[in-house]
């Protein structure tokens, strides 16, 4: 797939071709301005490419009603919104019809069940606006719960930024796994824990897809991962 925004000479995105298993865990990293943000864009049909398209199970996205290409696509954004009302309101909110045990299994799966029986009211804990009461790992894991309520194919998670506590980093690591198991969850990383742990990596760089692997490959054979991993990649552990 190659996209160029208009009146900008180089593509943003340039012959990046990949595929992907049904499920599993991929992270995406690169430099700042590599082009990963803008290929999340293309997935969710934000941008229409000049070349090439994106198939998911066999089925090409531009042909698909957006309806349909939403249902098959969780988007978890890096500042999770969430809105005043309770944590159930928050997690239904794009399926209303989930029942209790659908709720409970997006929860326990997003590590959430022991954060959420510690809140006042459990699930019928009002969140303040922006979700107060919740640490910004909790947000995006409440977010990914949403996200998984409406069974999506390809789960898109742009991982915040902020340091994690060490129980964030962990329960946010477990949680791919968990959700791995079940759709494909394709990452923009900014940590450590996730690129070790998921189940392959790609480098994309100035728009290209230079290398993919598993972190010990990369550390093994890639200077622009390995750069990153040192540099650009949070610690395992760190918190703020
Ligand atoms: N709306 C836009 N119009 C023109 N150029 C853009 C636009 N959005 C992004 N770009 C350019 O496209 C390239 C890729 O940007 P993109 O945001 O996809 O990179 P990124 O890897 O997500 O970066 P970061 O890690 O900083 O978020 C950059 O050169 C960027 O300046």
Known sequence: MTFSYADVGIPAVNAVSFT??????TAIVGPSGAGKTTLFQLI???????????????????AMPLSELRARIGLVEQ????????????????????????????????????????LPKGLDTELGEGGTGLSGGQRQRLAIARALLTRPD???????????????????RDALSTIGARCQVLTIAHRIS??????RILVIEGGQLRARGTHAELMDHDDTYRRLASQQLTPAGASS
């Open 20 to 25: 992907l298993p049904a499920t599993g865990v």
């Open 194 to 199: 996730t690129t070790i742990g998921a189940d």
């Open 154 to 172: 390809v789960l898109l998670l742009d991982e915040a930024t902020s340091n994690l506590d060490s129980d964030s980093e962990t329960a946010l």
């Open 44 to 62: 969710e049909r934000f941008h229409t490419p000049d070349q090439g398209s994106i198939r998911i199970s066999g089925s090409n996205t531009a």
């Open 79 to 118: 500042e999770a919104p969430l809105m005043r009302g309770t944590v159930r309101e928050n997690l239904v909110y794009a399926q209303p019809d989930a029942t209790a045990e659908d709720v409970a299994q997006a929860v326990e799966a997003a590590h959430l069940t022991e954060v959420i029986a510690a």
